[in-house]
């Protein structure tokens, strides 16, 4: 069974930064494709930023610029550093995760909240 723990979500002002992290088990993890996804107050989940298992990167355009999505393989670790933040990014993130051949899996989330 894959599990995944998010971690480094909290409270911070318009501008900060934050680094989610999320360690996941129970697979392959350099074979797998992670992702961020995020869901504002009385909104849908989006995907935020997403890393395959080759590195190769894509970023919702609200994002871009400001969020860098990583992985180190060692520490089966994926990261969110995000950057300049808005108002308009507080949500609850979520860790995804896509093996091959495989179902999703989801971690619980973690709340990142920014003040104005």
């Known amino acids: 069974q894959v599990q995944l723990v998010e971690s480094g979500g909290g409270l911070v002002q318009a501008g900060g930064s934050l680094r989610l992290s999320c360690v996941a088990s129970?697979?392959?993890?350099?074979?797998?494709?992670m992702a961020w996804y995020r869901q504002a107050p009385g909104k849908e989940r989006e995907l935020v930023a997403e890393i395959s298992g080759g590195e190769r990167t894509r970023y919702s355009s609200s994002v871009k610029g400001r969020y860098t999505i990583s992985r180190d393989n060692a520490k089966n670790t994926a990261y969110l550093q995000m950057n300049s933040l808005e108002p308009e990014d507080t949500a609850v993130y979520y860790c995804?995760?896509?093996?091959?051949?495989?179902?999703?899996?989801w971690g619980q989330g973690t709340q990142v909240t920014v003040s104005s």
């Open positions: 129970g697979t392959v993890f350099s074979i797998v494709d």
């Open positions: 995804y995760a896509h093996p091959p051949g495989s179902r999703v899996y």
